[in-house]
């Protein structure tokens, strides 16, 4: 018996035969796509972080700073204006966009309160925006 060829196969078989093979087609070129569209988002995601990143971890050096000034002010009896100078060093060490009279000191019943409000502006080439940071602190004096 003879073995059947391309040739003697039924019209059908080669019009399902070419449907298979288009059809894979695309779902090679979809892959493609989604693989750029997944390298697109992740290549903004890491500008959007390289921008962003560094502005948070320089509020949170300046809070814990802010903080540790905030309990030894008390045992140590600063003035306002020597906490304010000690925040502003501080400021101007973490290049933070703030003016000293952006810092403000309080004393209350319970000890010193430390308070900076400043805004960033921030460029992501195609977007412009201002972060803004209101970061606060108290030390509380218990011998009161």
Do not use: C
């Not at 995601?45 to 948070?56: I, Q, R, S």
Request: hydrophobic share 40%.
């Amino acid at each position: 018996m003879a073995s059947r060829t391309d040739a003697a196969r039924p019209l059908g078989y080669a019009l399902v035969n070419w449907k298979l093979q288009s059809s894979q087609r695309l779902q090679k070129g979809e892959g493609r796509l989604k693989g750029l569209l997944y390298l697109a988002f992740l290549i903004v995601a890491v500008f959007v972080a390289f921008k962003l990143v560094p502005l948070y971890v320089a509020d949170y050096q300046l809070k814990d700073k802010m903080t540790e000034q905030a309990k030894f002010a008390i045992v140590n009896r600063y003035t306002e204006d020597q906490i304010k100078d000690n925040i502003y060093h501080t400021i101007q060490d973490l290049d933070i966009p703030a003016k000293r009279d952006d810092v403000k000191v309080a004393n209350t019943n319970h000890g010193i309160e430390i308070s900076v409000t400043y805004t960033v502006p921030v460029d992501f080439l195609v977007y412009k925006t201002d972060v803004n940071f209101a970061t606060s602190s108290e030390g509380r004096d218990y011998m009161k």
